[in-house]
């Protein structure tokens, strides 16, 4: 099993619709959850971190925790072609340094 | 201000030349993470240093990999030998402090192929 699993997509939404993204994740001491979109030939950047259960939002994109079920996913409403990208999920276990990251889903947003 | 650069953008190695990878954090930077993206993955951690000290080289895949950061500014990856499955793009990222969970700055990435 994968330290962190995503679907690798693609993931298809017409535009204005909500996007979903989810992400599992193994090591139960993970503390820090990070959301990274990466366009293709580019470099990752950061959308958003979370580290306590519950939601977090920053304007479209909304970030969800659940620790108790080792999960963690981003919504990204009002969907724009300008969202197509591969969305990053990666975990920080306590401790370390050292980022895991997921394979990425890639979201095609249809005009 | 100027963000993470990264040189050479693109290299061709042959089977068993060395090579070297160079990053340029952002300026004052204290936190420097090397990466290995391969075609359709996620990056993974190589190695990472806090200013010159390399607090953890885990991620390395083999002893052909080494990194440095002497002066706790510009670092270079180096792989000696290189093999096909080193074929990747190598990502640097800094972050301004020490914490954990500080944003991570990525270069541009430097491609490498190894033919």
């Known amino acids: 099993q994968k330290e962190v699993e995503q679907n690798s997509g693609p993931l298809s939404v017409p535009e204005g619709a909500i996007a979903s993204l989810n992400c599992t994740y193994s090591d139960r001491v993970s503390q820090s959850f990070f959301w990274y979109r990466q366009y293709s030939g580019k470099s990752p950047e950061l959308i958003m971190s979370i580290y306590s259960n519950g939601d977090k939002e920053d304007g479209r994109f909304t970030a969800q925790l659940n620790k108790a079920s080792q999960y963690v996913s981003l919504l990204i409403r009002d969907s724009q072609p300008s969202d197509s990208a591969t969305y990053l999920c990666a975990v920080l276990p306590s401790g370390t340094y050292k980022y895991i990251f997921g394979t990425g889903t890639r979201l095609k947003v249809l005009a | 201000g100027a963000g993470v650069s990264q040189s050479p953008r693109y290299k061709v190695a042959k089977r068993g030349q060395d090579v070297a990878l160079r990053c340029d954090p952002i300026s004052g930077h204290v936190s420097l993470f090397w990466y290995q993206q391969a075609l359709g993955q996620g990056p993974e951690f190589l190695t990472y240093?806090?200013?010159?000290?390399?607090?953890?080289k885990s991620g390395l895949p083999s002893d052909r990999f080494f990194a440095e950061r002497p002066e706790g500014s510009v670092s270079t990856l180096k792989i000696q030998r290189t093999q096909q499955e080193d074929s990747a793009v190598y990502l640097c990222a800094s972050s301004p402090g020490a914490q954990t969970q500080e944003t991570q700055y990525f270069g541009p990435g430097t491609r490498l192929l190894v033919l």
């Open positions: 240093f806090q200013n010159e000290a390399q607090l953890d």
